[in-house]
């Protein structure tokens, strides 16, 4: 095979590689904000969260007495870059009432929980 023809498979090769991401890309951008918000009223436990460290990257857990675990992220597709502020809103109301706008959903075998996009503390 001659140096062009394989300069030519390459460039083909990478072009479909590059389409394919493309389309799975966009997919997952189109079904990621087509996830529905929720909001619910819950109870903050005494501890709040914690950060959690794995693999090199690390987020934000809240945990609540009545609605399970949240994971409190950065999210792009939401514009919601204020993890650490939402982060200090959970510290500053462990043991209370708080609205809890989320979305996503919980998935034990993957350690997916929904993200909070927003914390209001309620009375």
Excluded at 56 to 73: A, M, Q, R, V, W
Aim: hydrophobic letters at 35%.
């Amino acid at each position: 095979m001659s140096s062009s023809s394989r300069a030519k498979v390459l460039g083909n090769t990478l072009g479909l590689g590059l389409g394919v991401a493309a389309i799975f890309g966009a997919t997952a951008m189109f079904y990621s904000a087509k996830i529905k918000v929720t909001e619910r009223v819950c109870t903050l436990s005494n501890t709040a969260g914690e950060r959690v460290t794995k693999d090199g990257g690390s987020k934000f857990l809240i945990y609540t007495k009545d609605c399970g675990t949240f994971e409190n992220t950065d999210y792009l597709l939401r514009g919601k870059f204020n993890s650490s502020d939402v982060q200090s809103v959970a510290y500053n109301n462990a043991g209370k009432k708080v609205a809890v706008r989320s979305t996503g959903w919980r998935a034990g075998f993957f350690s997916w929980y929904p993200n909070v996009i927003t914390l209001k503390p309620q009375g």
